[in-house]
């Protein structure tokens, strides 16, 4: 590939010059290649860029059109922009150092006015992007496909009542997944922005989610004859676009993937401000999964306490990622998933050096945090307590109900002839929150 004028000239690659370093465009925490437990922080933390945020993100909102004006977006073929788009892309990738990207399949190659031809301007990028992974060493965490922008996904891709736009939307996952394997891809992403309601009046949810089940059973289907060995993921959302979105949560979407046979083949892209949404924590959503050996990946970034909707920050709060990296090492990682920084600069934010302070601050904030986290789990302090509080199933009757030994009757007479009134315990909320702040604040 032939040397590309750099789109970044003022920005040289960013390194890690530890905590006391004054320099802004620098890691304080993140130090890829230091090694922990065997593997360096790169292969633990697995950072990502989000194709759509970084490099399709404006800062428009409901109230106006984008402040955000890139150099590279210039000209008038939109072939030619989204290739050059792309080397400003694998420049910044390489830059920041992060080993991996997504994308959705319209962020890299504009839309055709058939499928056939948006078929063909997705082949030629990435014809491109294999030349840069191949360049950079970059690699692809996941793929996906838009199937929200577009008007005919107004009513749902595979729960849309009309079966000609279900088919269409079939189609285009098939190529998405093609795309996806041709660039190695670790992951296959859905996200069901428009798979919802906005009122009950005109849907039939049952109808709706059993089509949903039917279309993700055929992307199991054809990733499986193609020999796809990708890691398939639900991203749960409550809300937003869709007044309610079907993969509410992670909860839900277990039940939606037991109830249909999907259990096997999907885990969970966990977005932090998704949790939110859905009235959860971060921490909750990715315990939820991990105890049931679902957690797959995670969406990192943050909403706004004070806004109700989806904001799509970059995480500088230490405090919730330490509790999140805490529950992510106790379940063993991520394994093909990632770190994906699902976030965008805020609207005002227009400088193309925004983009690395942006980064740099979601990598240090998650590395010292697995730093934090590691610290706490190997101290142990939390666990032994955790492993009191529940000592009584260990031993005795306790442990006759946790292996389902026992019914009332047994436990009605235990009470009656030998246990009496339990004594409470304390729950020590208090003491407990003081000791994680010792960890975070010394
Ligand atoms: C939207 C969202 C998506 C998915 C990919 O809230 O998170 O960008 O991550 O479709
Ligand atoms: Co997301």
């Given at each position: 590939?032939?040397?590309?004028?750099?789109?970044?000239?003022?920005?040289?690659?960013?390194?890690?010059?530890?905590?006391?370093?004054?320099?802004?465009?620098?890691?304080?925490?993140?130090?890829?290649?230091?090694?922990?437990?065997?593997?360096?922080?790169?292969?633990?933390?697995?950072?990502?860029?989000?194709?759509?945020?970084?490099?399709?993100?404006?800062?428009?909102?409901?109230?106006?059109?984008?402040?955000?004006?890139?150099?590279?977006?210039?000209?008038?073929?939109?072939?030619?922009?989204?290739?050059?788009?792309?080397?400003?892309?694998?420049?910044?990738?390489?830059?920041?150092?992060?080993?991996?990207?997504?994308?959705?399949?319209?962020?890299?190659?504009?839309?055709?006015?058939?499928?056939?031809?948006?078929?063909?301007?997705?082949?030629?990028?990435?014809?491109?992007?294999?030349?840069?992974?191949?360049?950079?060493?970059?690699?692809?965490?996941?793929?996906?496909?838009?199937?929200?922008?577009?008007?005919?996904?107004?009513?749902?891709?595979?729960?849309?009542?009309?079966?000609?736009?279900?088919?269409?939307a079939a189609a285009q996952v098939k190529k998405a997944l093609d795309v996806t394997q041709a660039l190695g891809?670790?992951?296959?992403?859905?996200?069901?922005?428009?798979?919802?309601?906005?009122?009950?009046?005109?849907?039939?949810?049952?109808?709706?989610?059993?089509?949903?089940?039917a279309f993700l059973h055929m992307a199991v289907d054809y990733a499986k004859s193609i020999g796809f060995k990708?890691?398939?993921?639900?991203?749960?959302?409550?809300?937003?676009?869709?007044?309610?979105?079907?993969?509410?949560?992670?909860?839900?979407?277990?039940?939606?993937?037991?109830?249909?046979?999907l259990e096997p083949h999907f885990k969970f892209n966990i977005e932090t401000n998704h949790a939110t949404l859905?009235?959860?924590?971060?921490?909750?959503?990715?315990?939820?999964?991990?105890?049931?050996?679902?957690?797959?990946?995670?969406?990192?970034?943050?909403?706004?306490?004070?806004?109700?909707?989806?904001?799509?920050?970059?995480?500088?709060?230490?405090?919730?990622?330490?509790?999140?990296?805490?529950?992510?090492?106790?379940?063993?990682?991520?394994?093909?998933?990632?770190?994906?920084?699902?976030?965008?600069?805020?609207?005002?934010?227009?400088?193309?050096?925004?983009?690395?302070?942006?980064?740099?601050?979601?990598?240090?904030?998650?590395?010292?945090?697995?730093?934090?986290?590691?610290?706490?789990?190997?101290?142990?302090?939390?666990?032994?307590?955790?492993?009191?509080?529940?000592?009584?199933?260990?031993?005795?009757?306790?442990?006759?109900?946790?292996?389902?030994?026992?019914?009332?009757?047994?436990?009605?007479?235990?009470?009656?002839?030998?246990?009496?009134?339990?004594?409470?315990?304390?729950?020590?909320?208090?003491?407990?929150?003081?000791?994680?702040?010792?960890?975070?604040?010394?």
């Open positions: 590939m032939k040397k590309a004028k750099s789109h970044f000239p003022r920005i040289k690659s960013i390194a890690y010059e530890g905590p006391g370093t004054k320099n802004p465009l620098a890691f304080r925490h993140y130090n890829a290649d230091e090694v922990v437990d065997g593997k360096t922080m790169a292969a633990h933390l697995r950072f990502s860029v989000a194709y759509w945020h970084a490099f399709r993100g404006t800062g428009a909102d409901p109230f106006g059109p984008g402040t955000i004006q890139r150099p590279w977006e210039k000209g008038t073929d939109a072939m030619s922009i989204a290739k050059t788009r792309m080397d400003a892309a694998f420049e910044f990738f390489q830059k920041l150092g992060v080993p991996f990207y997504c994308f959705h399949d319209r962020d890299i190659a504009p839309e055709g006015r058939t499928l056939a031809e948006s078929n063909r301007n997705l082949d030629q990028l990435v014809a491109h992007a294999k030349g840069h992974q191949k360049a950079t060493g970059v690699k692809l965490l996941w793929g996906t496909a838009n199937l929200f922008s577009n008007r005919r996904y107004m009513c749902g891709a595979a729960t849309n009542p009309d079966a000609h736009v279900f088919a269409y891809g670790q992951n296959y992403v859905f996200w069901g922005g428009r798979e919802g309601y906005e009122t009950l009046l005109n849907t039939n949810l049952k109808r709706e989610q059993a089509h949903l089940a990708g890691q398939f993921l639900i991203e749960p959302k409550p809300k937003e676009p869709t007044k309610h979105q079907y993969d509410f949560d992670v909860a839900s979407g277990i039940a939606f993937l037991r109830t249909h046979g859905a009235g959860h924590s971060f921490q909750h959503e990715i315990e939820t999964a991990a105890a049931h050996g679902l957690l797959g990946s995670i969406d990192a970034n943050a909403g706004d306490e004070l806004l109700g909707w989806d904001t799509d920050q970059f995480n500088t709060n230490v405090k919730e990622l330490t509790l999140a990296m805490v529950s992510i090492l106790r379940a063993g990682g991520l394994g093909s998933g990632g770190l994906n920084f699902d976030a965008k600069l805020r609207r005002p934010s227009i400088d193309p050096e925004d983009l690395f302070h942006a980064h740099i601050g979601g990598m240090d904030a998650y590395a010292l945090a697995f730093k934090l986290a590691r610290r706490i789990l190997a101290d142990g302090q939390f666990a032994g307590f955790l492993k009191e509080r529940y000592a009584s199933y260990d031993t005795g009757f306790g442990r006759d109900i946790a292996k389902r030994r026992v019914g009332f009757r047994e436990l009605n007479r235990l009470v009656l002839t030998k246990l009496g009134e339990p004594t409470p315990r304390s729950g020590k909320q208090e003491y407990l929150e003081n000791l994680l702040n010792t960890y975070l604040h010394g």
